[in-house]
């Protein structure tokens, strides 16, 4: 193995490198030799008839399916809708949908109806006494009596 250390002062002062002569003062003009005279444009939009044509005929169908699709706004329903209509047709129509007053009784609309004693009664007011029982007899248990 060699142990010869490397000293500074033993090496020679001479730059590896040579510039040309003048051509620090060339350089500008040879950079702009380089660079087109004009840039080149890259243009964004090309603008042609056929896609200004695609393009009327794209929002036109738009607007038709937006014009046939768009549900019409439904008017206001008045404060009470089912005022113009008889108990007569309501209960017939509750019979043709198989609608038991039983079902009816579990609607909280109803329950809320029927809360006062004054109500109740009023409902009850026109039927026979001997239907009342019978109701009562088929929905009560067995295990109690009137």
């Not at 193995?1 to 001479?14: C, G, P, S, T, V």
């Not at 113009?84 to 809320?112: K, M, P, R, T, W």
């Amino acid at each position: 193995m060699n142990n010869n250390r490397i000293r500074l002062e033993d090496l020679k002062r001479e730059v590896p490198f040579e510039v040309p002569e003048g051509y620090f003062e060339r350089l500008p003009s040879i950079v702009q030799s380089r660079i087109p005279a004009t840039p080149e444009k890259n243009p964004v939009f090309n603008w042609s008839w056929q896609r200004s044509f695609i393009t009327a005929a794209a929002m036109s169908v738009i607007a038709l399916l937006v014009w046939f699709t768009y549900p019409e706004r439904q008017e206001a329903i008045g404060m009470e809708p089912l005022s113009g209509i008889s108990d007569g047709a309501i209960i017939e129509y509750l019979e043709e949908q198989n609608i038991s007053y039983f079902d009816l009784s579990e609607h909280q609309v109803v329950q809320e109806a029927f809360a006062t004693d004054s109500t109740l009664l009023y409902y009850l007011d026109g039927l026979d006494d001997d239907f009342i029982r019978q109701q009562l007899i088929e929905t009560l248990p067995l295990t109690e009596t009137i």
